[in-house]
């Protein structure tokens, strides 16, 4: 079976620019969650989605960020324009239950 | 708010030796809390070590233990006699089964095991 696929892995941007990242979940998992992790932090949930809805976007910054998932399977966070304060590491997990399976996540650098 | 606490590290013990790594947590807005260790070893990708879904239980994976008691609002994870293959960053973390299980993480516990 296949596993919660991220890309990029690596990201690296000057202020201002924007940058999406994308997540594959796992076939058949209907809830997906995007987390930030600054370094030494733990996983801090910015948004989830059940199917294509969202269900808690709370701490999204939404001026600056969104997130789709238009089709219920595959999703993109966008930073549209990225600050120093935005570097971190953007895992997505996805779960069917109480059980988060997670991607390798991408390492966002913001210069 | 729903939070959790967990020991600051890094730890670091020898092989062979005890551990145990204390976790708190707060679930003002979430009855019935499912309670996780999720452990990520180095260069892989972060995985559910153990899980506990009703107070009172003890779950259990790879010689690590850990207890939900509802009273003191801990789920601390212990292990006997820790490997050397054991050093990892540990997050204790809060589920909420009636919200699409949402799931609040800890800020991690580095763990290292000298040989």
Same mark, same amino acid.
């Given at each position: 079976?296949?596993g +919660?696929?991220?890309?990029?892995?690596?990201?690296?941007?000057?202020? *201002?620019?924007?940058?999406?990242?994308?997540?594959?979940?796992i076939? *058949?998992?209907?809830t997906?969650y995007?987390?930030?992790?600054?370094r $030494?932090?733990?996983?801090?949930?910015?948004?989830?989605f059940? $199917? /294509?809805?969202?269900?808690?976007?709370?701490?999204l910054?939404s $001026?600056?960020f969104s997130?789709?998932?238009?089709?219920?399977?595959?999703?993109?966070?966008?930073?549209q324009?990225?600050?120093? %304060?935005?570097?971190?590491?953007?895992? &997505?997990?996805s779960?069917?239950?109480?059980?988060?399976?997670f991607?390798?996540?991408?390492?966002?650098?913001?210069l | 708010?729903?939070?959790?606490?967990?020991t600051? %590290?890094?730890?670091t013990?020898? /092989?062979s030796e005890?551990?145990?790594i204390n &976790?708190?947590y707060?679930?003002?807005?979430i009855?019935?809390p499912?309670?996780?260790w999720?452990?990520?070893y180095?260069g #892989? *990708?972060?995985?559910?070590?153990?899980?506990?879904?009703?107070a *009172?239980q003890?779950g259990s994976?790879r010689?690590?233990?850990?207890?939900?008691?509802k #009273?003191?609002?801990?789920?601390?994870?212990?292990?006997?006699?820790?490997q050397e293959?054991?050093?990892?960053?540990?997050?204790?973390?809060?589920?909420?089964?009636?919200n699409a299980y949402? +799931?609040?993480? %800890?800020? %991690?516990?580095?763990l290292h095991v000298?040989?």
């Amino acid at each position: 079976e296949a596993g +919660v696929t991220q890309s990029p892995r690596y990201a690296v941007l000057q202020e *201002g620019q924007a940058v999406s990242f994308w997540c594959d979940p796992i076939s *058949g998992h209907d809830t997906l969650y995007w987390y930030q992790q600054p370094r $030494d932090q733990g996983p801090q949930l910015l948004v989830y989605f059940r $199917d /294509e809805a969202v269900i808690d976007n709370s701490q999204l910054p939404s $001026d600056r960020f969104s997130a789709v998932r238009p089709k219920g399977t595959n999703s993109t966070l966008k930073i549209q324009s990225a600050k120093q %304060g935005d570097t971190a590491t953007y895992l &997505c997990a996805s779960s069917f239950g109480e059980r988060l399976f997670f991607g390798h996540g991408t390492k966002l650098s913001v210069l | 708010g729903d939070s959790v606490t967990q020991t600051e %590290g890094p730890v670091t013990v020898s /092989e062979s030796e005890s551990l145990i790594i204390n &976790c708190t947590y707060s679930a003002t807005s979430i009855a019935y809390p499912n309670l996780f260790w999720y452990v990520r070893y180095p260069g #892989e *990708g972060l995985q559910l070590l153990l899980k506990v879904i009703t107070a *009172g239980q003890k779950g259990s994976s790879r010689g690590f233990e850990a207890t939900y008691n509802k #009273e003191t609002t801990s789920f601390h994870l212990q292990k006997a006699s820790v490997q050397e293959s054991d050093s990892a960053v540990y997050y204790c973390a809060l589920g909420d089964p009636t919200n699409a299980y949402k +799931v609040i993480f %800890g800020k %991690g516990t580095h763990l290292h095991v000298l040989p």
